[in-house]
């Protein structure tokens, strides 16, 4: 649907892994529509955390679990989402995190969220990069339908995490500058994104 009516093009889909886990960290979240956009990047089934409520509604459901979607419940504690997630990558699945946390809008990738960082370092599992194009523009927050204007998607080289000093945890400095790498990265991507779907920055 999106390579037809969006005109979806996809760059740089060879540096997603074949096998094993990994993160698959979107920049530029600014639509409803970047989750199943997203999904252009392989053929693999992607998985996605998801409200436990929309998991008890049945024909919802089977929908969200047959293209990757897993239950939390949206009381539960930080700490429980991410041991769900991490084991999701420690079986050898990719997961997708948008690593600014929710929607926004403008030219700019906004501060991360330490959580992709934090699981792909706990894990020890590359971090893909990924740049989103056009999507807002598409359907943007209050929109009532999708427009059939062009979208773009840039994959980058896959991160690799630091790894743990004497086989322990990965230090928070560390952490934070493999963040701030990733920052860096996913605005160049979203950058080149969003040119590729000919956004006026």
Known sequence: FFRVWCRLQVRGSQ????????????GG???ILDTPVVAGTSRRVLRYMGAEKYFEIPGLSWFLRSVGGFPVQRDATDREALRLSEDVLRAGEPLVIYPEGTRFSGPDVQPLEQGAAFLACRAQVPIVPVGLGGTERAWPRGGRFIRPTKVALVVGAPLVPPVPEDGKRVKRSAMKAFNDQ??????????EAQQLAGVDS
């Not at 990733?182 to 160049?188: I, K």
């Open 15 to 26: 540096h997603v892994p074949d096998n094993g886990g990994f993160v698959l960290a979107a």
């Open 182 to 191: 990733l920052h860096a990265r996913l605005q160049e991507l979203f950058d």
């Open 29 to 31: 979240h600014r639509s």
